[in-house]
């Protein structure tokens, strides 16, 4: 077994497993040899008895490593009573197996107890000497092969008694034998443990000794059970001082560097917790220091310690608490100036506000003054345009005149000289009375988109003012745009100012024309109800974005590239429409076209 360990148990269990394999060899060899007694003396029950005790020893000992100790140590000691009793039952005096009598304490105390060793002996013993008693009353006889004349004649029963007695010095001899080697072993690995152990020892002084931090064990009292050197020179105690203190009793009390908080951190630190914290101690001389404190729970020599560690790290600290105060003032500092520049920072704010509130008044007077200056300059234009057409129409009316007076007098010759030529000259004349009236149209209708504004209200019209605005867009719809009108039959009396309905409803449809890039349709539709008649304007052009049809009414707005348009157009229009006490709305898909529509009120007069 060298070069392992055994423990106690493990000796017990050898010199147990040794006895019994000595048991098995010499037991069997001693059933043999009883079998020769049994040649002389005849069949006897003991022989039973004896083959049973051998057997049950063999079939423990092939067993022995699966089997406890306290097992076999049980059945050995009753297979041995058994064998010693049923000898003595037989033979009485002359009983050789009493002997193994001996082998019942041998073995008990293996893994009994003194007390329950010697109660199991004394009952043995106390059986033997029943049994003697027996046969000193004669309850109990001998066999006749072991009459005492006969007997003392006879010399086997000397050999038997010597062989039991030889079987039973040479167990003890040989267990003892074994259990003093395996002992004496135990004791050497004992030896070697000890000078590792020792070796460790002296490892562990050493390194404890020559740390630089403070090393103290504490146990579970907080009662200080061994220290460093370097824990004495750190507090200036001597050995037995710091032996007779508590590791609170080096805190400084000053709050909260008590004791209480130290044994509140020390329960931390025995629920298994291991704690790092800086602390403020005090020196034997009262001098005050700050120390960086590790602690956690360990086991040292078989018992529950607490280790800690103590560093000085008081120049550090005091460094660090200098740092700390130094950013202290200086985010006092930092934080009375933000103050400052927040104030001044809200004045500025305020003034900024102020400024661009008077900046967004002048912005939007300024919008607006454009806004009039520009409304006025269309206005002047149209005035002057209106004028102008007024003029026009004036100059074109009087050409206008001599031609329906010379076609007059062109007919009349033809009647009077010609009559024969007049079915050859009607295509002309009519020609020319067609071009005549054409001109005639566009001059009233020139007439009344030239009407001025300050005209009282008077019954309109609608689809005449609709008719005339197509007429004067003629040149633009020729030939590119179908116009589908679905005027309403219904009868109404509309009221308003004629020129700027005309302009109005000019706007929309020029709108419309320029909203067709090749060709397409306008759809007119005019619907009356009660109180409105609807004007329903429909193409099928580009159509309008959602983000753009929110604001096309806005002065000046339009899609339009640059100098093809000025924006106006529904503005005016929109304008007009809202004098009118109207409505003007809306629809677009874009690829598909828009639909405006228009919303009259009507006069509650009956037109008669």
Same mark, same amino acid.
């Given at each position: 077994?060298?070069?392992?360990?055994?423990?106690?148990?493990?000796?017990?269990?050898?010199?147990?497993?040794?006895? @019994? +394999? #000595? %048991?098995? /060899?010499?037991?069997?060899?001693?059933?043999?040899?009883? *079998?020769?007694?049994?040649? =002389? $003396?005849?069949?006897?029950?003991?022989?039973?008895?004896?083959? @049973? +005790? #051998? %057997?049950? /020893?063999?079939?423990?000992?092939?067993?022995?490593?699966? *089997?406890?100790?306290?097992? =076999? $140590?049980?059945?050995?000691?009753?297979?041995?009573?058994?064998?010693?009793?049923?000898?003595? /039952?037989?033979?009485?005096?002359?009983?050789?197996?009493?002997?193994?009598?001996?082998?019942?304490?041998?073995?008990?105390?293996?893994?009994?107890?003194?007390?329950?060793?010697?109660?199991?002996?004394?009952?043995?013993?106390?059986?033997?000497?029943?049994?003697?008693?027996?046969?000193?009353?004669?309850?109990?006889?001998?066999?006749?092969?072991?009459?005492?004349?006969?007997?003392?004649?006879?010399?086997?029963?000397?050999?038997?008694?010597?062989?039991?007695?030889?079987?039973?010095?040479?167990?003890?001899?040989?267990?003892?034998?074994?259990?003093?080697?395996?002992?004496?072993?135990?004791?050497?690995?004992?030896?070697?443990?000890?000078?590792?152990?020792?070796?460790?020892?002296?490892?562990?002084?050493?390194?404890?000794?020559?740390?630089?931090?403070?090393?103290?064990?504490?146990?579970?009292?907080?009662?200080?059970?061994?220290?460093?050197?370097?824990?004495?020179?750190?507090?200036?105690?001597?050995?037995?001082?710091?032996?007779?203190?508590?590791?609170?009793?080096?805190?400084?009390?000053?709050?909260?560097?008590?004791?209480?908080?130290?044994?509140?951190?020390?329960?931390?630190?025995?629920?298994?917790?291991?704690?790092?914290?800086?602390?403020?101690?005090?020196?034997?001389?009262?001098?005050?220091?700050?120390?960086?404190?590790?602690?956690?729970?360990?086991?040292?020599?078989?018992?529950?310690?607490?280790?800690?560690?103590?560093?000085?790290?008081?120049?550090?600290?005091?460094?660090?608490?200098?740092?700390?105060?130094?950013?202290?003032?200086?985010?006092?500092?930092?934080?009375?100036?933000?103050?400052?520049?927040?104030?001044?920072?809200?004045?500025?704010?305020?003034?900024?506000?102020?400024?661009?509130?008077?900046?967004?008044?002048?912005?939007?007077?300024?919008?607006?003054?454009?806004?009039?200056?520009?409304?006025?300059?269309?206005?002047?234009?149209?005035?002057?345009?209106?004028?102008?057409?007024?003029?026009?129409?004036?100059?074109?009316?009087?050409?206008?005149?001599?031609?329906?007076?010379?076609?007059?007098?062109?007919?009349?010759?033809?009647?009077?000289?010609?009559?024969?030529?007049?079915?050859?000259?009607?295509?002309?004349?009519?020609?020319?009375?067609?071009?005549?009236?054409?001109?005639?149209?566009?001059?009233?209708?020139?007439?009344?988109?030239?009407?001025?504004?300050?005209?009282?209200?008077?019954?309109?019209?609608?689809?005449?003012?609709?008719?005339?605005?197509?007429?004067?867009?003629?040149?633009?719809?020729?030939?590119?745009?179908?116009?589908?009108?679905?005027?309403?039959?219904?009868?109404?009396?509309?009221?308003?100012?004629?020129?700027?309905?005309?302009?109005?409803?000019?706007?929309?449809?020029?709108?419309?024309?320029?909203?067709?890039?090749?060709?397409?349709?306008?759809?007119?539709?005019?619907?009356?109800?009660?109180?409105?008649?609807?004007?329903?304007?429909?193409?099928?052009?580009?159509?309008?974005?959602?983000?753009?049809?929110?604001?096309?009414?806005?002065?000046?707005?339009?899609?339009?590239?640059?100098?093809?348009?000025?924006?106006?157009?529904?503005?005016?229009?929109?304008?007009?429409?809202?004098?009118?006490?109207?409505?003007?709305?809306?629809?677009?898909?874009?690829?598909?076209?828009?639909?405006?529509?228009?919303?009259?009120?009507?006069?509650?007069?009956?037109?008669?």
């Amino acid at each position: 077994m060298k070069g392992k360990s055994l423990t106690i148990d493990e000796v017990r269990e050898i010199t147990v497993n040794n006895s @019994l +394999v #000595v %048991a098995s /060899v010499l037991g069997t060899l001693s059933y043999v040899l009883s *079998l020769l007694r049994f040649l =002389k $003396t005849g069949f006897n029950y003991s022989f039973i008895i004896e083959f @049973l +005790v #051998v %057997a049950g /020893v063999i079939i423990i000992t092939l067993n022995r490593s699966r *089997l406890s100790g306290s097992f =076999k $140590t049980y059945t050995f000691i009753c297979l041995a009573g058994l064998l010693a009793l049923s000898d003595a /039952v037989n033979y009485g005096l002359f009983a050789t197996a009493r002997v193994f009598v001996i082998l019942i304490p041998f073995y008990a105390i293996f893994y009994l107890s003194l007390r329950r060793t010697l109660l199991i002996f004394i009952f043995a013993a106390g059986c033997l000497l029943a049994i003697g008693f027996l046969h000193h009353k004669g309850i109990l006889s001998l066999p006749h092969t072991h009459d005492p004349a006969v007997h003392s004649k006879k010399f086997y029963p000397w050999i038997n008694s010597t062989i039991n007695i030889s079987i039973v010095a040479i167990m003890i001899l040989v267990v003892t034998y074994r259990f003093f080697l395996t002992f004496s072993g135990l004791l050497s690995d004992l030896e070697i443990s000890n000078k590792i152990i020792s070796e460790s020892e002296r490892n562990y002084r050493e390194i404890f000794e020559s740390s630089t931090d403070s090393i103290f064990i504490v146990d579970l009292n907080e009662e200080i059970r061994d220290v460093n050197h370097s824990a004495l020179r750190m507090f200036g105690y001597a050995k037995e001082e710091m032996e007779r203190t508590t590791l609170a009793d080096l805190s400084s009390n000053v709050p909260p560097y008590t004791k209480e908080g130290l044994h509140t951190l020390f329960v931390d630190v025995l629920q298994g917790n291991e704690i790092l914290f800086d602390w403020q101690t005090r020196k034997k001389n009262g001098a005050l220091f700050w120390t960086e404190i590790a602690m956690k729970k360990a086991s040292i020599g078989g018992n529950e310690r607490v280790l800690a560690i103590v560093r000085d790290v008081n120049e550090k600290k005091e460094t660090a608490l200098q740092l700390e105060n130094y950013k202290n003032r200086l985010e006092t500092l930092v934080r009375e100036r933000t103050e400052e520049l927040q104030q001044a920072n809200k004045e500025l704010i305020a003034a900024n506000t102020e400024l661009s509130g008077q900046r967004s008044e002048l912005q939007s007077a300024l919008l607006d003054l454009e806004k009039a200056q520009n409304q006025l300059i269309q206005s002047e234009k149209m005035a002057s345009l209106g004028v102008l057409v007024s003029g026009i129409a004036h100059e074109i009316n009087n050409p206008l005149n001599f031609i329906y007076g010379g076609l007059l007098g062109l007919e009349n010759y033809i009647k009077e000289n010609i009559m024969e030529r007049k079915e050859e000259m009607s295509p002309f004349l009519a020609g020319i009375q067609l071009g005549a009236k054409r001109a005639a149209d566009i001059v009233t209708s020139l007439n009344h988109y030239s009407r001025r504004d300050d005209l009282p209200r008077v019954p309109c019209d609608i689809h005449t003012i609709i008719d005339n605005c197509l007429l004067m867009l003629s040149n633009q719809i020729k030939n590119r745009i179908e116009i589908e009108k679905h005027y309403s039959r219904e009868p109404f009396t509309l009221v308003g100012s004629e020129g700027k309905l005309h302009q109005a409803i000019l706007n929309l449809l020029t709108n419309a024309i320029q909203a067709i890039q090749d060709k397409g349709t306008i759809t007119i539709v005019t619907a009356v109800s009660k109180q409105n008649i609807t004007l329903t304007f429909a193409d099928t052009g580009i159509g309008i974005s959602p983000e753009n049809l929110q604001r096309i009414t806005d002065p000046f707005f339009t899609t339009r590239d640059p100098g093809k348009g000025t924006g106006l157009g529904l503005s005016i229009a929109y304008t007009i429409i809202k004098e009118h006490d109207g409505t003007l709305e809306f629809e677009s898909i874009v690829e598909k076209g828009t639909k405006a529509v228009v919303t009259l009120p009507l006069s509650n007069t009956d037109p008669a």
